[in-house]
């Protein structure tokens, strides 16, 4: 059997990262998302809960017992050692997670697998190794302000405080095997440039 392509997928916040990877699925890929891994080891009962209870406490945790997403954010924000004790906690359940996706998309038949992980870049080396190459969707930054604001109730300032939190665009190019500019086009001319990379990886 043909070892499976693994394609990272990663761009900032608002950049087309899913719109991409829904592209991807189309055409016979497995998905594999780490925010959804992270959301789920992270809700009530998830197995991230009693570590993250160890480290830093009930005040973390909602009445119902899920991360309390904004509690954290703000703890992460205040004191950089939180931000490597979530992540000490986090990074290994997700990977081990993702895994196990691999295997259970890889005995299904697919024959590309794509690591949906927004912040890719940010993390290093711990990624790069368990992918073949690595998928920038890259745009304007205020095309990636506008298309959020556009979907959320996030203001501009907020858009772009979060951008501040994430890598340059310039760091992302730098790591990058593959391109997809998602920027003035329509979502079909995206999808054409979705398919030619696929072609360019044999997919
Ligand atoms: P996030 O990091 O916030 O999850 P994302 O990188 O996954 O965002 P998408 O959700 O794919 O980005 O795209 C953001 C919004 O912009 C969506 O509403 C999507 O439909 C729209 N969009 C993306 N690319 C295009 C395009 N080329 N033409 C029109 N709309 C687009």
């Known amino acids: 059997?043909?070892?499976?392509?693994?394609?990272?997928?990663?761009?900032?916040?608002g950049s087309g990262k899913s719109t991409v990877a829904n592209f991807l699925s189309e055409s016979g890929a497995a998905i594999l998302d780490a925010d959804a891994v992270a959301?789920?080891?992270?809700?009530?009962?998830?197995?991230?809960?009693?570590?993250?209870?160890a480290e830093f406490g009930e005040s973390i945790l909602t009445p119902e017992g899920a991360m309390n997403r904004?509690?954290?954010?703000?703890?992460v924000f205040s004191n950089p050692d939180s931000k490597r004790q979530l992540e000490a906690i986090l990074h290994p359940l997700i990977g081990q997670a993702m895994s196990?996706?691999?295997?259970?998309a890889v005995a299904a038949g697919?024959?590309?697998?794509?690591?949906?992980?927004?912040?890719?870049?940010?993390?290093g080396e711990r990624w790069r190794r368990q992918i073949d190459a690595v998928c920038v969707v890259d745009c304007l930054p205020e095309t990636q302000i506008q298309r959020v604001m556009a979907r959320s109730q996030l203001s501009h300032e907020e858009v772009a405080s979060i951008m501040s939190q994430q890598?340059?665009?310039?760091q992302r190019l730098a790591c990058a095997d593959a391109v997809i500019f998602n920027e003035g086009i329509d979502l079909a001319q995206?999808?054409?440039?979705?398919?030619?990379?696929?072609?360019r990886f044999g997919l």
């Open 1 to 13: 059997m043909r070892k499976p392509f693994r394609l990272g997928l990663t761009g900032g916040i």
């Open 39 to 53: 959301r789920s080891l992270t809700s009530a009962g998830g197995q991230a809960i009693p570590a993250l209870l």
């Open 70 to 75: 904004e509690a954290m954010r703000h703890l």
């Open 100 to 104: 196990a996706q691999s295997k259970v």
């Open 110 to 123: 697919h024959s590309c697998l794509v690591f949906d992980v927004p912040l890719l870049v940010e993390s």
């Open 167 to 170: 890598a340059s665009r310039s």
């Open 190 to 199: 995206l999808k054409h440039q979705v398919n030619e990379m696929g072609a």
